[in-house]
């Protein structure tokens, strides 16, 4: 019923930029607190930033100050934008966003996208 689709991932040398795209597609009635997600090989998967309907974010600490998390409403997308990577923020990176649904609320996930960074 919903899909959300993940893009921008690569790789990138440190010091560099990308920027993460995930769109949500489907019969969507509203979409709430979007989130990024990051899970490295052996690792647990760790809430990166997330981002309400209103454009309140939070950030974890080890992303404060490099990474910027945004969305446009309109086209049901949000964005990560990561500055300064470093080899540590190698990761599969996952959107999800809570989407409701005529009378249903459930949480999506995309398919992920890798993000490699060389030192």
């Known amino acids: 019923q919903v899909q959300l689709v993940e893009s921008g991932g690569g790789l990138v040398q440190a010091g560099g930029s990308l920027r993460l795209s995930c769109a949500a597609s489907?019969?969507?009635?509203?979409?709430?607190?979007m989130r990024w997600y990051r899970q490295a090989p052996g690792k647990q998967r760790d809430l990166v930033a997330a981002?309400?309907?209103?454009?309140?974010?939070n950030y974890a600490d080890s992303v404060k100050g490099r990474f910027t998390i945004s969305r446009d409403n309109a086209k049901n997308t949000v964005y990560l934008q990561m500055n300064s990577l470093k080899p540590e923020d190698t990761a599969v990176y996952s959107c999800?966003?809570?989407?409701?649904?005529?009378?249903?609320?459930?949480?999506?996930w995309g398919q992920g996208t890798q993000v490699t960074v060389s030192s």
């Open positions: 999800n966003a809570d989407v409701r649904i005529r009378a249903s609320f459930a949480t999506y």
């Open positions: 489907g019969r969507i009635l509203s979409i709430y607190d």
């Open positions: 981002i309400t309907s209103g454009g309140s974010t």
